[in-house]
């Protein structure tokens, strides 16, 4: 595809379950991130990639999540025993490079994630 | 710490006004700002990078100012439509990280 793609776009589970959000970025795109974003908040950065691995994971709130990259491309963020301080949007972007030069991000729409 | 600060507050403008729009950031000097715009359940768009050394960057009806004195970047609109209603993020690298960091975001509500 032409875009960054995430899935599921909504995800609804209850609390205390495990949740996994795929993101697939755009094809050559070496750099991949994950951000959370919250009602009327900001863009919360959650872990950073390049290739296959992840040399800035600092965001990630607890133990309860990890992502992992494989191939250089899809990604795929996992949260376990889901609490509903979790409900949020998680957003996936991906640039050409990581080299702080200013390349944009290209974002997903995200998936939509409610713990009940 | 690194900060990037909008105005939470949403700005409504009526259209064929110039929406100009504020990001100021602190205990940092940024190489390069950028702006995004975010619609509702869509994720943020790149308009525009201005870098330290440009005092202007333009793109159609988008113009964007970056003040190292001020530590403030403008983002304007001019001749605002309906369509330009948004939210509009900036954004720039931290530094020592490998990290974007994003403002809030202002809320622009173009009246026809």
């Known amino acids: 595809g032409a875009g960054v793609s995430q899935s599921p776009s909504n995800k609804v589970t209850e609390k205390g379950k495990d949740v996994e959000l795929r993101c697939d970025p755009i094809s050559g795109h070496t750099a991949l991130y994950w951000y959370r974003q919250s009602l009327g908040q900001g863009l919360e950065f959650l872990i950073y990639?390049?290739?296959?691995?992840?040399?800035?994971k600092s965001g990630l709130p607890s133990d309860r999540f990890s992502a992992e990259r494989t191939g250089g491309s899809v990604s795929t963020l996992t949260i376990q025993r889901t609490q509903q301080e979790d409900s949020a949007v998680y957003l996936c972007?991906?640039?050409?490079?990581?080299?702080?030069?200013?390349?944009?991000?290209?974002f997903g729409n995200g998936t939509r994630l409610t713990v009940t | 710490s690194q900060k990037i600060e909008q105005n939470s507050e949403a700005l409504n403008i009526q259209e064929g006004k110039t929406a100009t729009l504020t990001c100021n950031y602190t205990?940092?000097?940024?190489?390069?700002l950028q702006w995004y715009r975010q619609d509702p359940g869509r994720g943020p768009v790149f308009l525009l990078l201005?870098?330290?050394?440009?005092k202007e960057k333009r793109k159609e009806r988008l113009k964007v100012t970056f003040d190292t004195t001020l530590k403030q970047s403008l983002f304007h609109i001019t001749a605002s439509q309906p369509a330009d209603s948004a939210t509009y993020l900036c954004a720039t690298w931290s530094s020592g990280t490998y990290k974007y960091i994003f403002g809030t975001g202002t809320r622009l509500k173009v009246l026809a």
């Open positions: 990639f390049q290739g296959n691995s992840a040399p800035d």
């Open positions: 972007a991906s640039s050409p490079k990581a080299d702080r030069g200013g390349s944009p991000l290209h």
């Open positions: 205990n940092y000097s940024p190489a390069y």
């Open positions: 201005i870098r330290e050394n440009e």
